[in-house]
């Protein structure tokens, strides 16, 4: 069974503060991205990274930078956070040639900053 | 620039009825057009899916209408179901040179009650 797993489910932080989201995929993808959740405004593409780090900006990428070291994981980092950052995060994974650009998600990291 | 437009934000609908979600894109390079279901505390699913060559597809109590010269597509979901309160996502990709990105619309937030 294909898995997308998070650090984090809930994850309160202050202003200012450096936060790390992580993420893991099992599926061997070359492709996975970040994205934040928030209602009303959908699935928002933050950072998505092709291949071991490598990375490209998505929408909304400011406030955000991205780390991927190893295929099988995808940082997040908030190099300080702010409130307007009070989210609710997503992983994703893929891989070139799936059918409809299929994307697997984990469970999401609710974040607060404070 | 919101460049997949889904409506309505919201849903209730009673149980056996007709949910129907409406989905407008502006890329007419887009050629995948996914709909996600997510339930709350998951991440979302892919549910069903279509190419803009058919105008519809029928997959159990969901089916997808597609228009390609109104840049129009819809889910319905058929006989509803307490079981598919959930949000749903439209989204939209392209097969080549989009990089497995989603676009993906706002959200509805579906209720179906007893």
């Known amino acids: 069974d294909v898995k997308v797993t998070q650090s984090s489910r809930y994850l309160v932080k202050r202003t200012g503060e450096k936060v790390f989201l992580e993420c893991v995929q099992d599926?061997?993808?070359?492709?996975m991205f970040w994205y934040r959740q928030d209602p009303g405004l959908g699935l928002r593409l933050i950072y998505f990274?092709?291949?071991?780090?490598?990375?490209e900006k998505g929408d909304i990428p400011e406030g955000y930078s991205v780390s991927r070291e190893k295929k099988e994981r995808f940082s997040l980092i908030l190099e300080s956070a702010s409130t307007n950052q009070t989210s609710m995060y997503l992983c994703?994974?893929?891989?070139?040639?799936?059918?409809?650009?299929?994307?697997?998600f984990g469970p999401g990291t609710r974040l607060t900053v404070l | 620039q919101q460049q997949v437009k889904q409506s309505p934000q919201s849903l209730i609908v009673q149980k056996g009825g007709i949910s129907i979600i409406n989905c407008a894109y502006e890329?007419?390079?887009?050629?995948?057009f996914p709909w996600y279901q997510q339930f709350p505390g998951k991440g979302p699913a892919l549910l069903i899916a279509?190419?803009?060559?058919?105008s519809e597809k029928k997959e159990g109590r969901f089916t997808i209408s597609f228009n390609k010269s109104a840049k129009q597509f819809s889910l319905h979901i058929m006989d509803s179901q307490p079981g598919d309160s959930a949000t749903y996502f439209c989204?939209?990709?392209?097969?080549?040179?989009?990089?497995?990105?989603?676009?993906f619309g706002t959200g509805t937030q579906l209720k179906v009650e007893l």
């Open positions: 279509i190419r803009p060559d058919v």
């Open positions: 989204a939209a990709s392209m097969q080549r040179g989009g990089g497995n990105k989603l676009t």
């Open positions: 990274s092709y291949d071991v780090k490598m990375k």
């Open positions: 599926m061997d993808h070359e492709n």
């Open positions: 994703a994974s893929s891989s070139p040639g799936r059918a409809y650009n299929e994307q697997f």
């Open positions: 890329n007419t390079a887009f050629d995948y």
